[in-house]
């Protein structure tokens, strides 16, 4: 019987929620599967490609393999063509280093026992040049699929906050949502300081005496181990752990947006939610959190500027293909009896607001000044709002999901 396993365990990291994107690179593809390749990334929201090698990892070098495991991508495309045995060979050790990563074979050569081998490297879908829009496109679903089917999550969801404008209340609601998943919903949660300088996440958590910094860690990211991991977290009482935003103004940071969203994404495994606390607008380094996140909470108030802004944003997302369910929209600071009514903000927005969370300036205030957003705020109305949400967004899902379908991929192509 034909040896299977490498099917099974190519892609199983888990946790892959709808409305993220699966990162691609490629290895050694030719030129025309190249072209095919970015032509596919640009038709769909479903991947973004993260960068393309033009070497294999053999035995005696590393590097390849060590771009390989920094950028961690969830799809590699290995073209075998060049030179199948140090292909085969790189595939093996992608494998060895990860269970992670999906690999797909890319070769204008068909033979069954080609195909075979390929598989036991640990390939678990074999495109057959020229490279169709098509099969590339069932294989990632495949691959998207088999993630979200994991019901246990093992990497984290991003989960990013941004303001419609400046105090609309993001680092309020990131920090009492991160708290309340931690606490109450027993969820591994890591809320990030995004902002370069003036973050107050620190500050409201009561850990201003920690030393270092989101940042540093972007800079150290090709040395990142668990260990080093660990040294840059601050530990919260409510179980959250932060990494806060530097504490003096440093307007050069050496490091770019795509570390950051890097970074990021390395520290997905082991979390089940990572919290972003970003500054308003759509900057480089904001754009890339957007992008890598499963959802973004929006967070307006009933004001007509935050609401003209809320209207912007939304466009830019639609006009960019995001994905509607993966945008949310939160109305801080909510009263009934304020003189926007919830109805014509929706109507202005031309969207439902998804969490309204009541203005309760005492209860805020006193959270943010105690240190411990949980034990100050407990049974307030601020604190039942965020419970309900945070149930919402962190109650684990029910193990009998129902599976998706899907076709058996590199089976099929060998009719069994
Ligand atoms: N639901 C709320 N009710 C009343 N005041 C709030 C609420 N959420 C936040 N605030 C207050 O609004 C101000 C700005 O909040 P903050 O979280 O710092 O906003 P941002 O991070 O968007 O700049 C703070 O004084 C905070 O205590
Ligand atoms: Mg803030």
Not at 9 to 33: N, Q
Not at 256 to 273: C, H, I, K, N, W
Not at 275 to 304: F, K, W
């Amino acid at each position: 019987m034909m040896d299977t396993r490498n099917i099974t365990r190519s892609s199983e990291p888990g946790g892959y929620s709808s409305g993220a994107t699966l990162s691609v690179m490629g290895i050694c593809l030719d030129s025309d599967s190249t072209a095919l390749l970015s032509q596919f990334v640009k038709s769909t929201p479903l991947v973004r490609l993260e960068g393309e090698l033009h070497a294999y990892g053999g035995e005696t070098d590393d590097r390849v393999l060590d771009r390989i495991t920094q950028i961690a991508p969830d799809i590699c495309l290995i073209d075998l063509d060049p030179d199948r045995r140090l292909a085969i060979q790189t595939a093996e050790r992608i494998r060895e280093r990860s269970e992670d990563v999906a690999i797909f074979a890319v070769s204008s050569n068909a033979q069954p026992d080609l195909i075979i081998q390929a598989m036991r490297s640990g390939c678990s879908e074999y495109l057959i040049k020229p490279l169709g829009q098509d099969p590339l496109l069932e294989a990632v679903a495949r691959v998207g699929a088999r993630k979200r089917e994991k019901g246990e999550q093992t990497v984290a969801q991003i989960v990013t906050f941004i303001g419609a404008k400046g105090g609309t209340g993001v680092t309020t609601l990131a920090i009492h949502l991160s708290a309340s998943l931690a606490k109450l919903c027993g969820r591994r949660t890591l809320l990030i300081d995004f902002h370069p300088d003036l973050g107050d996440v620190g500050l409201h958590l009561g850990l201003t005496k920690h030393e270092y910094h989101f940042y540093q860690l972007v800079e150290s990211v090709d040395r990142l181990d668990a260990e080093l991991l660990h040294g840059f977290v601050a530990s919260h009482p409510s179980g959250v752990h932060a990494l806060l935003a530097p504490q003096v103004f440093e307007p050069d940071h050496p490091v770019t947006p795509l570390a950051m969203g890097q970074t990021v994404e390395l520290l997905r495994s082991g979390y089940d939610f990572i919290i972003v606390d970003c500054p308003p607008g759509l900057t480089e380094a904001n754009r890339e959190i957007l992008q890598r996140s499963h959802q973004v909470y929006m967070v307006t108030v009933a004001e007509v500027s935050a609401l003209r802004n809320t209207v912007r944003y939304l466009s830019y997302f639609s006009q960019r293909a995001y994905p509607r369910e993966k945008i949310k929209i939160v109305l801080n600071r909510f009263s009934k009896r304020g003189t926007i009514s919830e109805d014509q903000i929706e109507r202005a927005i031309q969207r439902k607001i998804d969490w309204k969370i009541p203005n309760a300036y005492q209860e805020a205030i006193r959270a943010a000044n105690s240190g411990n957003p949980m034990e100050q705020a407990q049974g307030s109305e601020l604190a039942r709002a965020v419970t309900a949400w945070a149930s919402s967004l962190g109650t684990k899902p029910a193990a009998d999901e129902k599976k998706a379908k899907r076709g058996k991929g590199l089976l099929s192509l060998l009719g069994s």
